[in-house]
């Protein structure tokens, strides 16, 4: 079955470290999203991209960076500039107006 | 700048009953979509209902049916016959016309009452 795959589901991270998450997706879709998610709010978006090897900066990039070397891979690097990392991530695909596809999510905890 | 506002933190719905979750949204873009997804507890983002700026009639699917008023800017989702699994967490959202972002408003606690 097609769809997005989130990995790990749950993440823990020491202050100063960089972490990355990852999003792979099976579906053939061109454009990919990062959103974070703060307990009891909405999704707000980091980075997204259109096409392999292009992507822009969202309302939160700071503290974070992504690569889109292959169409099915969009990997979200937290790093340690990053100053309050923790959060549920959540990756989205999209392939019309309104077909986004959205993983299960990575829940990364700052210990 | 596009955004979206849900003035409801939480609602309280018996059982069978229909519940309206209200949405108001604001852009200059006349190309954009409005979406309602439900998210329970594991965190998963469950697609409802989208409606296009350019569609005459509201959108339906299934117990969810959406209340399209344009001109008053407002994308209100309804859920008719409520189920006691309909309690979750439910989010409005626009995608910019040019740029295909999502944006989510800040999000409805639904709580379904036996």
């Known amino acids: 079955d097609g769809g997005i795959t989130q990995s790990p589901k749950y993440l823990f991270r020491k202050e100063g470290q960089n972490v990355t998450l990852s999003c792979e997706q099976n579906l053939n879709h061109d454009a990919m999203y990062w959103y974070r998610q703060d307990p009891g709010q909405g999704l707000r978006l980091i980075y997204y991209?259109?096409?392999?090897?292009?992507?822009q900066k969202g309302d939160i990039a700071e503290g974070y960076s992504v690569s889109r070397e292959k169409k099915e891979s969009f990997p979200l690097t937290v790093t340690s500039a990053q100053k309050n990392p923790t959060a549920f991530y959540l990756c989205a695909s999209r392939n019309s107006d309104y077909g986004y596809t959205f993983g299960s999510g990575t829940r990364l905890t700052v210990v | 700048a596009q955004k979206i506002t849900q003035t409801q933190p939480g609602m309280f719905v018996q059982e069978k009953e229909a519940v309206t979750l209200d949405c108001t949204y604001d852009t200059s873009d006349p190309s954009y979509g409005l979406f309602w997804y439900k998210q329970p507890s594991s965190g998963e983002m469950i697609f409802l209902i989208y409606q296009g700026s350019y569609d005459q009639q509201n959108a339906t699917e299934g117990r969810y049916s959406l209340n399209f008023q344009k001109a008053r800017k407002s994308a209100n989702l309804v859920i008719s016959a409520s189920q006691l699994g309909d309690s979750a967490m439910y989010f409005c959202?626009?995608?910019?016309?040019?740029?295909?972002?999502?944006?989510f408003g800040s999000g409805t606690r639904l709580l379904v009452r036996p």
């Open positions: 991209s259109q096409i392999v090897n292009d992507f």
């Open positions: 959202a626009m995608r910019e016309g040019s740029s295909y972002k999502l944006i």
